[in-house]
């Protein structure tokens, strides 16, 4: 019976690698991400800034959602800025979470939070292809790194169901 299942499952996961395509082609050209602001009574550090942007520019290319990421205020060719977009945003709220409640009470209770809103435009028409609010809770032992890296990979996942989205013919 056990030979079984582990046969069942491996076959599943060997389907499932075989349908999602490898070579997937990012579905545009370059891709600007901007440093993003904080709103007044957001208490960050200047370097959590700087941790996110590089994180972002990072998780752009690991998603295979841009093929490169340029500067901020990089000039792009004419021909790519169709298929370029820009990603700049605000940090709305962060709360520092408490260490006591994270180990006493446990399920949720004590944790950092840190909301963001991003806008996502076209560089060409400055067409406003999304907006993303991203909602990220870690632990408050952890250090802003972590978040930082969390908070970019959950905007990246949801820019790319979001531009998916509306891209999807109807």
Known sequence: MRILMMALLAGIFATGALAKPKDETPQYKTAE??????????????AFVDYFYAELRSELTKAKLVNEVVGEGEAVDDSDAPKSLVISGTITEYKKGNVVKSALIGFGAGLRSLKMDADVVRRSDKQNLCVLHVHVKIDPRWDEKIMAKGAAHQMVKEMKKALAETTKPS
């Open 33 to 46: 991400a901007k440093h993003f602001t904080t709103a007044e009574g957001v208490e960050l550090t200047p």
